[in-house]
């Protein structure tokens, strides 16, 4: 779902308080605030009207950002619109924006959960995890890499990952590659040897906000603290805003900022360092399983 669609389903490209923000177009402020002064019997001033969307990082009115019961609900369920919640159908508060407008429900219905499976990858899947990545080469914000390594590559790829770590593939119910997730030594050191980086990439027509990436980390954490390691990092491209609100969504700590670590594309790009610890570190660890050992 596209993110102006809003917690309650209504979709925020389309309101005229986000508009007027975005256009800084201070007469429209003015109209929307009577609108709302008059059918909330409230006083809402022009100057209350700034808001660039519901679920965006931008800024809300304060009803929307304080006071509105539907988004607190699906704030505090961490939930990503009512679309997650099973009373979507049932609920007493949606229902009070969804009777007068059928098009909020329909964008919730439209977001209902996909039918995927989490599987450890063949060789056979070279081919799509080579088209997934290969769908982020050409963006400064992803990944450093800037060409795209050959199918060949990836089937050598997976094969030697899952000797060691999980590599893991998000299959829909037609069969069609939705994700991928993969593990990497985090360095060369024997010491280091506990610690996994790992990779995630969803397929750019991959249905978002559907647990896809959620379900790939849960089986990923799974599979490494059944061998026995201890943390997992993921190392970001820091304007990759999507991946550090996954990651923290995840339970990641921010670990490191590295400025300035890449060129590409005419542009000096940051990484950021996220951590989380999957194992005890309390006594001295065994050495990791092979992934096979551990299954």
Known sequence: MKEFIACCGLDCETCEARIATINNDDALRESVAKKWSDFN??????????????????????????????????MAKKFDTCADCDKLNTCGTLKMITMYNQDALDNLRGTEKAEFKIRLA????????????????????????????????YRKKI????????????EGADKKILGYACGSPL?????????????????????????????????????????????????????????????????????????????????????LWYVKEIGSSNEPPKKPLALSEAM
Request: some cysteine.
């Open 41 to 74: 019997k409230v006083k809402i001033t022009p100057q209350m009207i700034n808001c660039e969307g519901c679920r965006t990082n931008g800024i809300k009115t304060d009803y929307c950002q304080y006071l509105c019961s539907i988004r607190k609900c699906v």
């Open 187 to 271: 360095r060369p050191h024997d010491a280091y040897q506990w610690n996994v980086e790992w990779t995630i990439m969803l397929a750019s027509d991959a249905p978002r906000r559907q647990g896809i990436a959620t379900a790939l980390y849960k089986e990923f954490a799974r599979l490494l603290a059944l061998q026995g390691y201890r943390y997992i990092y993921g190392v970001l491209v820091d304007a990759n805003q999507a991946s550090v609100a996954l990651h923290k969504k995840l339970g990641f700590k921010e670990a490191g900022h590295f400025e300035s670590a890449g060129f590409k594309m005419g542009k000096w790009r940051g990484t």
């Open 122 to 153: 063949t060789e056979g899947d070279a081919q799509a995890v080579h088209d997934i990545y290969g769908s982020y080469v050409p963006l400064d914000y992803v990944t450093f890499t800037v060409e795209n390594p050959s199918v060949d590559h």
């Open 159 to 170: 094969a030697e990952t899952l000797e060691k770590y999980p590599f893991l593939v998000a």
